[in-house]
């Protein structure tokens, strides 16, 4: 498996608590895509980090990947309820980029 | 923008029955990937084609399953015979040529008795 298994986590916070979710790879990359997938849709991507960027910030997101540790996280500042949903994150497995692997996700239950 | 379509959004069939699953990609967009996501073993690629052509089905299982994508407008997955097993949400997913973004569809559940 390209996952450590610390990727399989469910998690339940209150609406406006801050989360952290992570994610550990074992083959190298220099790409890391992070997606949320609400219940009866398909994932939607969130952010793509590159190992040259180290932290990257989209809105209430941020994502940061470290390749010496071959590792990603993804936080979320001011968790809404709307914000409930299955995070992945995601590495491509062939040369040009396009063929992902999905981690098995953390589930995140943001209470009102 | 519509976004990727899927359908149908469930069927069920009978173990040993066909079942013949369509995705409309994005417009303009070259690159059509299929996944499969299950409990036990999550999103799992299966195939994908760019400009219509078939690029690499390694995730594919080698008998029952076949996909195809006779214009840019559709691609089909179909599974013959099919088993309980392959009960689980199809996903497909298109994005632009040497882009990293795919836009995924809503999927479809398919859940074989």
């Known amino acids: 498996s390209q996952w450590g298994e610390e990727n399989l986590q469910a998690l339940s916070i209150q609406e406006g608590e801050d989360v952290t979710m992570n994610c550990s790879y074992k083959?190298?990359?220099?790409?890391v895509q992070w997606y949320r997938q609400k219940s009866g849709k398909g994932p939607a991507q969130l952010i793509l980090?590159?190992?040259?960027?180290r932290e990257k910030r989209s809105g209430r997101l941020r994502a940061t990947l470290d390749t010496s540790s071959q590792s990603s996280s993804l936080s979320i500042t001011g968790t809404l309820a709307t914000d409930t949903a299955v995070y992945f994150c995601?590495?491509?497995?062939?040369?040009?980029?396009?063929?992902?692997?999905f981690g098995i996700g953390t589930r995140v239950l943001v209470r009102p | 923008n519509a976004g990727v379509i899927q359908t149908p959004r469930h069927k069920v069939t009978g173990k040993g029955q066909e079942a013949t699953l369509w995705c409309e990609p994005i417009s303009g967009h070259s690159a059509v990937f299929w996944y499969r996501q299950t409990i036990v073993q999550g999103l799992e690629f299966l195939t994908y084609f760019r400009n219509q052509a078939p690029i690499d089905d390694s995730g594919m299982p080698k008998e029952r399953f076949s996909a195809q994508m006779p214009n840019q407008s559709h691609s089909t997955l179909k599974i013959q015979s099919t088993q309980p097993q392959d009960s689980a949400v199809y996903l497909c997913?298109?994005?632009?040529?040497?882009?990293?973004?795919?836009?995924f569809g809503p999927g479809t559940r398919l859940l074989v008795l």
């Open positions: 083959t190298y990359t220099t790409v």
């Open positions: 997913a298109s994005s632009s040529v040497n882009q990293d973004t795919q836009y």
């Open positions: 995601a590495t491509p497995t062939n040369s040009a980029g396009n063929k992902l692997t």
């Open positions: 980090i590159r190992s040259n960027e």
